[in-house]
């Protein structure tokens, strides 16, 4: 949840093998004669943190990614790849049963949802350490 | 030009919010994996509500804005494959509308590239899971 909430703490990427051996690298320069003599003198590794600049030259033709998608698929990417280290192990407590009347009812509702999630879960977590 | 790795050949279009839930169900209710509760529990029932009405609303020929300029990304074949299975993320830093420009017009802005490692669950509960 740290990751979700703050994106700029670096995280493990070298232990997850579906990533450590994908290195991207980004030309400095599109110059045609350099091309041909490879990319080593001309090219450096894409790594987390690299910070650049989306722009166009024309922002009514070729109008640029909205930022508030790229947020959202980044939240939820971080989300759904982290999912997997909170299963719970005890998965024989669980119910399969494909109850439609335990779905929960989402008609009606107006508020956030993570808001009310979230003071939901300082309550009880302050509830439940407060020194007595 | 893919905007990852500058590469110009060969580049495809990638979708952010994916083809397939603007093509098919046109509602965010009908998607499958249930993105509309997933995204309701995770952003908030304004945030869905506000998505639908970018992408999935129809024009007048009927076909739903998925396809808007807002909604697609140029990158390589395999940053394409990269980005859609969440290997890396482009976040906005600071404020994007600060390159806006007089007329309104979004010009520019700055991405932070991130890998996301992907976590998999502990070994016991993978063999109860499969």
Known sequence: MTQVL???????????ETIAGAVLYRRRRQLRA??????DANSFSVETGLVFSLTTTDSRTYLLPHPDLLVLHAA????????????????????????????????????????????????????????? | MCVVSLSTTPVVVAHIVPYSVGRDPRVLEEAMPDLFRFLTFLAGPSVVRELEEYLLSTDARGQTRINRLE???????????????????????????????????????EVRFSWVPENKPPQATRQVLF
């Open chain 1, 6 to 16: 703050d994106p700029g703490v670096q995280q493990l990427e070298e232990e997850d």
């Open chain 1, 76 to 132: 939820v990417m971080r989300v759904v790849r982290a999912a997997g280290a909170s299963i719970t192990p005890n998965l024989g407590d669980w119910d399969f049963d494909d109850d439609a009347s335990d779905t929960p009812v989402l008609e009606g509702v107006q508020e956030d949802l993570s808001y009310a999630l979230r003071e939901y879960l300082n309550d009880t977590v302050s509830d439940d350490h407060m020194p007595r």
């Open chain 1, 34 to 39: 350099r091309e041909r003599q490879g990319q």
């Open chain 2, 71 to 109: 909604n697609l990304i140029c990158l390589s074949p395999d940053n394409h494959d990269r980005f859609g299975h969440g290997s890396f993320v482009l976040e906005p830093v600071g404020d994007p509308l600060a390159g806006l420009r007089d007329d309104g017009q979004l010009w520019s802005y």
